[in-house]
């Protein structure tokens, strides 16, 4: 082998596999499911998001982008979520206090 071999697609770059972030797949998975199947789970994946977030912050060059994409993509979809539930509460509460008033 040739003693002298580097990285030929980009040589200013020190070749350095990249990290997933810790529970990147998990948190996609909870944001999607609070908006589709039980929103409390929204709470869960922005809790656990930021925690990623946090920690790509300290060290961006350890993990990689897509997997930061995936928690940002994860937190989103877990305050939809947690708005989706909020809204369902509000819309129980006119709809209980609208029958109140009529019943009477």
Known sequence: MDQNYQNTENPNRNYRPEEQLPNAVIILVLGILSIVFCQPLGIAALIMGNQSMALYRQEPNRYS?????MVKAGRICGIIGICLIIGIVLLMLAGVSIFSFFAF
Do not use: H, Q
């Open 65 to 69: 982008e897509s997997s930061y994409n």
